[in-house]
């Protein structure tokens, strides 16, 4: 079952039975504890939508990973012990572990290992459906597991299948299997080069519409929100990164056109190669005029989130494009701070203290919404509208008559 054989990195969604894992961290001196938890809880909900059922945690407060078990000796036979006679089918490390630490820790706890980024690319590759998608994510996976074949040969000989291991197999044949993985490489990067000339006449074609794209960490509700913008039924689900394929629509506020795009959601301590691989996926945000930063309010580390997006948009070149902010899930804010009990002027005083802050913060340039309750949605779309008037103005000065003559309030 080598390479050589045609064996293709993509998805069996036949899983015999449901998975059980358990998760490690190293705390490093920068990280507080609160920080590392708040880590952990993304790798299980990672987990979990990767159908994988979470046993335990298991963390250590180090200067540094170790260099070769990721922890030290004392806690690697800790976590040896506990999963000594009971039914666990993997070790999922949450942070990029290097060929030969997986090697040592698969080793020593006779279990299969895998890292945050192996995780990510097996949700991916379940969840991408369109030709580009999969290119990309055949690509990603093909690069991360090249340095990796005599760790993977070798584990795969002992125990076959199972999440981290979709489409991707084989025995001896190291050296060839290595000759022939770079060779798919090539190809993939030239499909999508191809993909990408295909894209970019698409693109052409639009004509010269204001474009607007919703980015922001994943599971913010990007595409309900989408949903309510372009009156479409954009698949929308709980779990990270349930969407992975560009979607654009055409959406006309009062006979002001524009194209809206909904892109994949971000996350920590996401691989460089991923995001290289991904780079076409994320055109729409890249040649966007105008980007929606969608934001889950109600999430404890969402200004952590933002930082992480905001240093993406950074590596993408995005960073001075006009930005409008929309806090989300407000409903779920209020719910989460407030008591049932607190009197409406404290509350009412709370959240005004709330959007004053960030309102200055953002020199005026965000919005607090609920989306799943439609709630506040006619002030984003009012100042939506406003923003892609504006762009059209300066893009074409000469017809700014013709665009200020459009006006509209919207309602919820």
């Given at each position: 079952m080598?390479l050589?054989?045609?064996v293709?990195f993509q998805?069996?969604?036949?899983?015999?039975?449901?998975?059980?894992?358990?998760?490690?961290?190293?705390?490093?001196?920068?990280?507080?504890?609160?920080?590392?938890?708040?880590?952990?809880?993304e790798?299980?909900?990672?987990?979990t939508?990767?159908?994988?059922?979470?046993?335990?945690?298991f963390?250590q407060?180090?200067?540094?990973?170790?260099?070769?078990?990721?922890?030290?000796?004392?806690?690697?036979e800790?976590?040896?012990?506990?999963?000594?006679?009971?039914?666990?089918?993997?070790?999922i490390?949450?942070d990029?572990?290097?060929?030969s630490?997986?090697?040592?820790?698969e080793?020593?706890?006779k279990?299969?290992?895998?890292?945050?980024?192996?995780?990510?690319?097996?949700?991916?590759?379940?969840?991408?459906?369109?030709?580009?998608?999969?290119?990309?994510?055949e690509?990603?996976?093909?690069?991360?597991m090249?340095?990796r074949?005599?760790?993977l040969?070798t584990?795969?000989?002992?125990?076959?299948?199972?999440t981290?291991?979709?489409?991707?197999?084989?025995?001896?044949?190291?050296e060839t299997?290595?000759?022939m993985a770079?060779k798919?490489?090539?190809?993939?990067?030239?499909?999508?080069?191809?993909i990408?000339?295909?894209?970019?006449v698409?693109?052409?074609?639009?004509g010269?519409?204001?474009?607007?794209?919703?980015v922001?960490?994943t599971?913010?509700?990007?595409s309900t929100?989408m949903?309510?913008?372009?009156?479409?039924?954009?698949?929308?689900?709980?779990?990270l990164?349930?969407?992975?394929?560009?979607t654009v629509?055409?959406?006309?506020f009062?006979?002001?056109p524009?194209?809206?795009?909904?892109t994949?959601?971000?996350?920590?301590?996401l691989?460089?190669?991923?995001?290289e691989s991904?780079?076409?996926?994320?055109?729409?945000?890249?040649?966007a005029?105008?980007?929606?930063h969608?934001v889950?309010?109600?999430?404890?580390a969402f200004?952590?989130?933002?930082?992480?997006?905001?240093?993406?948009l950074?590596?993408?070149?995005?960073e001075?494009?006009?930005?409008?902010?929309v806090?989300?899930?407000?409903?779920?804010?209020?719910?989460k701070?407030?008591?049932?009990?607190?009197?409406?002027?404290?509350?009412?005083?709370?959240?005004?203290?709330?959007k004053?802050?960030?309102?200055?913060?953002?020199?005026?340039?965000?919005i607090?919404?609920?989306?799943?309750?439609?709630?506040?949605?006619a002030?984003?779309?009012?100042?939506?509208?406003?923003?892609?008037?504006?762009?059209?103005?300066?893009r074409?000065?000469?017809?700014?008559?013709?665009?200020h003559?459009?006006t509209?309030?919207?309602?919820?």
């Open positions: 080598s050589h054989k045609d293709k998805v069996d969604h036949s899983k015999v039975k449901t998975e059980t894992a358990v998760l490690v961290a190293v705390i490093q001196k920068d990280e507080s504890e609160e920080q590392a938890n708040e880590y952990l809880d790798l299980e909900f990672l987990a939508t990767d159908g994988i059922t979470t046993l335990k945690r963390t407060k180090l200067p540094h990973p170790d260099t070769r078990s990721y922890v030290g000796k004392g806690k690697l800790e976590i040896k012990q506990y999963i000594e006679g009971k039914e666990v089918d993997l070790v490390i949450d990029e572990i290097s060929p630490q997986q090697r040592n820790i080793k020593e706890l279990i299969k290992v895998l890292d945050r980024s192996m995780l990510i690319l097996d949700i991916f590759a379940q969840r991408a459906r369109t030709v580009q998608a999969r290119t990309q994510v690509l990603a996976q093909l690069q991360y090249l340095p074949l005599k760790g040969w584990h795969l000989e002992r125990q076959r299948g199972g981290g291991t979709r489409g991707g197999a084989g025995e001896k044949e190291i299997d290595r000759r770079e798919k490489i090539s190809i993939l990067k030239g499909k999508l080069k191809e990408d000339k295909q894209n970019v698409r693109r052409k074609n639009r010269e519409m204001i474009r607007v794209a919703l922001g960490y599971n913010v509700g990007k929100l949903n309510l913008l372009a009156k479409e039924n954009v698949f929308a689900e709980n779990k990164f349930a969407t992975l394929d560009t629509r055409k959406v006309t009062n006979a002001v524009f194209l809206l795009s909904d994949v959601g971000f996350i920590r301590k691989p460089h190669h991923l995001i991904f780079k076409s996926t994320l055109d729409e945000a890249i040649e005029d105008i980007l929606l969608v889950d309010i109600s999430h404890p200004e952590d989130q933002m930082r992480v997006v905001n240093e993406i950074k590596e993408l070149k995005c001075d494009k006009p930005v409008i902010v806090f989300n899930k407000m409903d779920l804010y209020e719910q701070k407030f008591d049932e009990y607190l009197p409406a002027e404290i509350k009412s005083s709370l959240l005004k203290e709330l004053d802050s960030w309102m200055a913060r953002t020199h005026d340039n965000c607090f919404v609920s989306a799943i309750q439609n709630r506040n949605t002030e984003l779309r009012q100042l939506l509208f406003e923003k892609v008037k504006k762009a059209y103005i300066a074409y000065p000469y017809k700014a008559g013709y665009w003559d459009y509209e309030e919207f309602k919820d």
